[in-house]
C-alpha cells in the first residue's frame, strides 16, 4: 500500500535550516508529485509547494521562495523539504503528501505522511 | 493567488444533526476543490475531491457540491467521530490555497 513515512522532530534556532525528509513506498516513485502542506499551532493549513520526483521540477509559493527547497533521491524514493533562516513564526507540523492523479501536477492529494514537528525557539 | 473563504468558522451541532458547510473562491475553480478533515495530532483526512467525488473508504453521509465559486459540503446523521475541522483547498492553480476552515464541535 502507498505509504509516506517522515522524519522525526526537529528543534532549530533562529536563522538555522532544517530539512524534512518523506520516503515513499508502496508505488512508482517518479510517477506521482509530491506537495508539502505545513500546520502551524492554532493555524490552518498551508501549502508550501510541490515537486515532480521525475526530474525533479518544483513550484513554490511565492511566500517561500528564496528559502525554501525540494528535491528528491530516485534511488530511495525520497523527497526532501529544506526551509533556511527559519523565524519563530515557521514553528509548525509539516506534512508531504502525494497527488491522486498520476503525473499530473494539478490535482489534489490523497496520501499524506505522518507529518514532521519543527519547533524554531531560541 | 485565489482566496478562499469558509463558513461557518465554528459550529455547534449535535450527533444526528445534518450540517452544512460552505467554501467560497475568490475567481471561477471549475470544480478543482477538496475537503480534508482535520483533527488534533492527525494527518488531514481527504474526503471529498473534484467538488463532489468521494474519496476510498469515506462513509457516504459526506457529499460534496458546487462549481466554479460555491461549494458545500455535507455531514448527515452526524456521528461522534465528525467533530473536527474542515478545510477547502482548491487545485485549480498554483498556489493551492486552502480556506481558514470550519471547526465542527458537539453542542
Known amino acids: 500500500q502507498v505509504q509516506l513515512v517522515q522524519s522525526g522532530a526537529e528543534v532549530k534556532k533562529p536563522g538555522a535550516s532544517v530539512r524534512v525528509s518523506c520516503k515513499t513506498s508502496?508505488?512508482?516513485?517518479?510517477?506521482?508529485?509530491i506537495h508539502w502542506v505545513r500546520q502551524a499551532p492554532g493555524q490552518g493549513l498551508e501549502w508550501m509547494g510541490i515537486?515532480?520526483?521525475?526530474?525533479?521540477?518544483?513550484d513554490y509559493a511565492q511566500k517561500f521562495r528564496g528559502r525554501v527547497a525540494m528535491t528528491r533521491d530516485t534511488s530511495t524514493a525520497t523527497v526532501y523539504m529544506e526551509l533556511s533562516s527559519l523565524i519563530s513564526e515557521d514553528t509548525a507540523v509539516y506534512y508531504c503528501?502525494?497527488?491522486?492523479?498520476?503525473?499530473?501536477?494539478?490535482?489534489?492529494?490523497?496520501?499524506w505522511g505522518q507529518g514532521t514537528l519543527v519547533t524554531v525557539s531560541s | 493567488d485565489i482566496q478562499m473563504t469558509q463558513s461557518p468558522s465554528s459550529l455547534s451541532a449535535s450527533v444526528g444533526d445534518r450540517v452544512t458547510l460552505t467554501c467560497r473562491a475568490n475567481q471561477g475553480i471549475s470544480k478543482n476543490l477538496a475537503w480534508f478533515q482535520l483533527k488534533p495530532g492527525k494527518a488531514p483526512k481527504p474526503l471529498i475531491y473534484a467538488a463532489s467525488s468521494l474519496q476510498s473508504g469515506v462513509p457516504s453521509r459526506f457529499s460534496g457540491n458546487g462549481s466554479r465559486t460555491d461549494f458545500t459540503l455535507t455531514i448527515n446523521s452526524l456521528q461522534p467521530e465528525d467533530f473536527a475541522t474542515y478545510y477547502c483547498q482548491q487545485y485549480d492553480s498554483r498556489p493551492f490555497t486552502f480556506g481558514p476552515g470550519s471547526k465542527l464541535d458537539i453542542k
Open positions: 508502496g508505488y512508482t516513485f517518479s510517477n506521482y508529485y
Open positions: 515537486i515532480n520526483p521525475s526530474g525533479g521540477y518544483t
Open positions: 503528501a502525494r497527488e491522486m492523479t498520476q503525473g499530473s501536477g494539478w490535482s489534489t492529494v490523497g496520501n
